[in-house]
């Protein structure tokens, strides 16, 4: 369909270039190059949710996010192959988890920070470093290393209705977990009792040339029983 001249003097132009051009084209090149899959999952996150509402009554405050960050580290350490990078035709499997955070920035931007040694930080030190990482993205202060040196991300749209999503590999990296809705729905126990529950949706992208699907499916398996466990 052409374009008429009225609609053509009403159209927003906005350049693929600068930082939006270099995420553009780092998004393309992780679908061209890496051999791209999604597991999805739900999991019953109430006791996650019990969990947060009591470390703030002790004074503790973190999100939802730092407790699933929590999570995906201790199950990073008995899934080790998840975490790492492909560089060239090399698998590299880090044996600290550098854990990325997709951030969206001021103009649809969006970046994945890294916190370095995220796996030796403490669950306050980690919200509060998680924050600090945010604000010098959100300030244009982040280095290089901090842009490109991650071994795991998060992207989260917990807060949207979107339950289930198919985030793109940050490469080089190995996976990207996915974080979607949490809502309140009927959920059969192990009792077979139906109880109203706060339901999670996680989506596990993953590069099929370093990870095959079954070690992918047990990791997310055994990350929704770490965070059933609160």
């Known amino acids: 369909m052409s374009t008429t001249t009225a609609e053509a003097q009403s159209l927003k132009v906005i350049p693929l270039r600068g930082v939006r051009g270099m995420i553009a084209d780092n998004m393309r090149k992780s679908l061209d190059e890496a051999a791209q899959l999604s597991h999805h999952a739900d999991c019953d996150a109430t006791a996650l949710f019990a969990t947060k509402a009591r470390l703030a009554s002790q004074g503790v405050k973190v999100s939802i996010e730092d407790l699933i960050a929590q999570a995906v580290i201790t199950t990073l ?19 600290a988890v ?31 470093a998680r924050r600090e990482l945010q604000d010098r993205a959100r300030n244009g202060k982040l280095s290089v290393p901090e842009m490109t040196g991650g071994t795991f991300t998060l992207s989260n749209l917990g807060l949207s209705r979107v339950r289930h999503f198919t985030p793109i590999v940050n490469l080089p990296q190995i996976a990207i977990l996915g974080i979607g809705e949490t809502r309140a729905r009927p959920w059969v126990m192990d009792d077979g009792q139906i109880e109203v529950r706060q339901i999670m949706g996680l989506s596990l992208s993953f590069d099929h040339r370093a990870l095959d699907g079954g070690p992918a499916a047990a990791f997310l398996s055994d990350l929704c029983d770490q965070i059933e466990q609160g």
């Open 98 to 128: 550098h854990l990325s955070f997709a951030m969206a920035l001021p103009g649809n931007l969006l970046v994945a920070p890294t916190l370095f040694n995220a796996c030796s930080q403490s669950l306050e030190a980690r919200s509060e």
């Open 77 to 95: 350490s008995r899934h080790p192959d998840a975490n790492g990078r492909v560089e060239g035709r090399e698998i590299q499997l880090n044996p």
